[in-house]
């Protein structure tokens, strides 16, 4: 799922893609967490979390939306990368803390076009 949100991102235009980055939040205590995905295009932050699953749970989008702000901070543009389709309860709470959700059903150009406009959208002039 990584290495195809990773390839994904790739095409979609971005100028810098990693993938499964390790970073701390505190050194002292050697707490930290990983990024799925991030991509860079224009000086604009996309972080992404890839979630293969059969439902999403509230407290992925909760980890997103850390992490982005920690790594970026409010600009970072987050993107929720996934095969199951949210119920609503999570699409109200991803619009609420600014995550997109990319809904990746095997169809890489259909997913593609998602990732594309996305990265359109929020390209800097």
């Avoid at 235009?13 to 860079?40: H, M, P, T, Y």
């Avoid at 609420?96 to 990319?102: D, M, N, T, W």
Wanted: aromatic content about 8%; hydrophobic content about 40%; some cysteine.
């Amino acid at each position: 799922m990584e290495h195809r949100c990773f390839v994904l991102m790739n095409q979609a235009g971005c100028d810098d893609v990693e993938a499964s980055l390790s970073f701390l939040w505190d050194k002292k205590r050697k707490a930290g967490n990983e990024i799925d995905v991030i991509g860079i295009k224009d000086n604009q932050l996309y972080v992404i979390s890839c979630k293969d699953r059969n439902h999403l749970e509230p407290e992925f989008i909760n980890e997103l939306y850390s992490n982005a702000n920690h790594l970026g901070n409010e600009t970072a543009v987050k993107i929720l990368f996934t095969t199951a389709a949210p119920r609503r309860g999570i699409i109200d709470k991803a619009k609420e803390f600014g995550v997109h959700i990319v809904i990746y059903s095997f169809d890489s150009d259909k997913t593609l076009e998602q990732l594309r406009k996305l990265i359109s959208l929020n390209t800097k002039p």
